[in-house]
């Protein structure tokens, strides 16, 4: 498993939080995603295998947030 931080900006509460934590916890390939509003970033555990970053990315942008590279 791997391990990556992911900056998430537009984030303003924590209904935010827990949809972008849905979103990345959807994904197949994802193991646990930990959201931070203050820190605008997430931490996600992932299998490289079946994932990516930047599918995580888009995931993020799709639900109306930014993912900044
Ligand atoms: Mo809070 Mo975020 O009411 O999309 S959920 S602003």
Same mark, same amino acid.
């Given at each position: 498993?791997?391990?990556?931080?992911?900056?998430?900006?537009?984030?303003?509460?924590?209904?935010?939080?827990?949809?972008?934590?849905? /979103?990345?916890?959807?994904?197949?390939? *994802? =193991?646990? &995603?930990?959201?931070?509003?203050? $820190?605008?970033?997430?931490?996600?555990?992932?299998?490289?295998?079946?994932?990516? /970053?930047?599918?995580?990315?888009?995931? *993020? =942008?799709? &639900?109306?947030?930014?993912?900044? $590279?």
């Amino acid at each position: 498993m791997d391990e990556v931080t992911i900056k998430v900006e537009g984030m303003t509460c924590g209904g935010c939080v827990r949809s972008v934590t849905g /979103v990345l916890k959807g994904l197949p390939g *994802v =193991e646990d &995603a930990q959201v931070s509003l203050e $820190a605008r970033e997430a931490r996600v555990s992932f299998d490289p295998a079946r994932v990516t /970053v930047d599918s995580m990315r888009a995931a *993020v =942008e799709n &639900a109306g947030f930014d993912a900044p $590279a």
